[in-house]
C-alpha cells in the first residue's frame, strides 16, 4: 500500500525557496550561488566528510521511518516533500533524549530526529519540525555549512597565530549569523508545509520550556521576546552580541517572535495564495537587489528594537546595503557561470 501525500493544504508547486528565505540567509545564497563553481567546490569540500558513510551510520544504528515503521511520521515526510514540492527524502530516528533534528548531505539529503524531538511535539507540532528540515534541504543549507565547519576546523588549528586567526574568526561570525538566519529560513518553511501558525508557535515553546504546555502562554513568551530586546543599558546589547559566538540557532524567544511577525505579515498570506518566487526564475534573481534586501532587513529590525547600543550603531551602517550589492553585481558579472550568457 502506497502513502498518499495529504491533498487538503495548499501546494506550491514550483516554489523557490527564496519564497520563504529570511532576507539576510536569501541574499547570501544568492550571492554564492551565482558565482562560477563556487557550489561545485562546496560540494567536493562536503564530500571530504563522506556523505555516504554518515548514511550508512544512520542506517545501522537507527530506524529507517517507512511505511511500517513510524508511519505517522513517514506520513509527514509524504506531506512536507509535496507541499513543498521537492524530492521526499529518507528519515531515520535515532535513539537520544535531546530534542534535536537536522538535515544532513547535499547531493541525496536525509533527515535525523531524535526520539526525544518525537516524544516532546504532538502531531501537528511533528509537522512543523518535518517541514523545518526539508526547507533547509530546498535551501541547500547543507552545502553551505560545509564552509562554516571547516572554517571553524581551521580556526581552530591556527589559534596560536594571532593575525590569522583573527581574520578566520571574523569570517566564521558572519557565517554563523548567515546559519542563525537560515534557522528562520527553516521555521518558515515548516510553518508552510503545516499552514497552521499555533502549532509552529507551541513546537518553539516546548524546544524552550519542554513539554508542559499548559503551564506556558504564548502571548507571555512574546513579552519575554519584547523584554530581551529592549534591554536595560548598552551592556546588555554587548552581552547578547557576546553570546552570540559559537551560536548556529537563535534564541527560542527571537525564533518565536520572528516567526508570528512573519505568520503575520501580507508575505505568508501571498504565499499561500499562490503569489510566490518560482524555482525555475532562480537564475534570474539579482544578487545586488538580494544584498539590498537583506541590508534592509537588518535596518528594520534595527529601527524596531529599543537596544541601546542597536540604537547607538544603527547610523554607523546606514548605506551598507547598497555598496554591498554594487559589490556582489560586479563579483557576479565576473564569475558567473557561463551559461548565463548563451540563455540570456
Sequence with gaps: MTTEPDRS?????????????????????????SLRGFDILLRKMSGLFNERSLRLHFLSSSVRVGETQFRDVYQDVVDAAHILDVERP???IVQDPNPRAMAIGTDKPFIVVTTGLFDLLDAEERRVAIGHEVGHILSGHAVYRTLLLMLTRLAL???????????????????????????????????LASQDPQAAKRSLMKMAGGSRLGEMDVDAFLQQAREYDAGEDARDGVIKLMSLMGRTHPQAVVRLAELDRWAASGEYSR?????YPRRSDDR???VSQEVRNAAKSYQESWNRTSDPLISTLRDIF?????????????LSSRMRRPSDSSDQ
Design 271 to 275: 504565499i499561500l495564495a499562490g503569489d
Design 318 to 330: 546606514s548605506g551598507v546595503g547598497d555598496a554591498g550589492g554594487k559589490l556582489f553585481d560586479n
Design 157 to 191: 588549528r591556527v589559534a596560536w597565530i594571532p593575525l590569522g586567526y583573527v581574520g578566520l574568526r571574523a569570517i566564521v561570525f558572519a557565517l554563523e549569523e548567515w546559519q542563525r538566519k537560515s534557522e528562520l529560513s527553516a521555521d518558515r518553511a515548516g510553518l
Design 90 to 92: 529518507e528519515l531515520f
Design 9 to 33: 493544504r495548499v501546494r506550491f508547486p514550483d516554489l523557490s525557496s527564496r519564497a520563504y528565505e529570511h532576507p539576510a540567509d536569501r541574499g547570501a545564497l544568492v550571492a554564492m550561488r
Design 284 to 286: 534570474d534573481a539579482s
